[in-house]
């Protein structure tokens, strides 16, 4: 059974830096893309940033030049570097592993990183 564990979230001011990160356990890390998405109060969840196993990264809009998803394969770990925080990235942070040859998807519990202004 796959298990992702989450960690790194918390409250910070506006311009400031977060990392989150995320361990993969139960199964192959290399069968799997990463995601990190979020889902602020009252609004639908939505991928903030993809990784797959051989680095190719993608980013939601709002995120390039700030956020960088990186992936270590030998840890199994997936992390979310934030910077310039912004008080609209404050949302409940969830990652996911996609298995890529079957399509099913994996959730941690979700970290709460809250922005203030």
């Known amino acids: 059974q796959v298990q992702l564990m989450e960690s790194g979230g918390g409250l910070v001011q506006a311009g400031g830096s977060l990392e989150l990160s995320c361990v993969l356990s139960?199964?192959?890390?290399?069968?799997?893309?990463m995601h990190w998405y979020r889902q602020a109060p009252g609004k639908e969840r939505e991928l903030v940033a993809r990784?797959?196993?051989?680095?190719?990264?993608h980013y939601e809009d709002s995120v390039k030049g700030r956020f960088t998803i990186v992936r270590d394969n030998s840890k199994s770990t997936v992390s979310l570097q934030m910077n310039s925080l912004k008080p609209e990235d404050t949302a409940v942070y969830y990652c996911?592993?996609?298995?890529?040859?079957?399509?099913?998807?994996?959730w941690g519990e979700g970290t709460l990183v809250t922005v203030s202004s």
């Open positions: 996911n592993a996609q298995n890529r040859y079957t399509g099913k998807d994996y």
């Open positions: 990784v797959n196993f051989v680095g190719a990264k």
């Open positions: 139960g199964n192959l890390y290399s069968i799997y893309i």
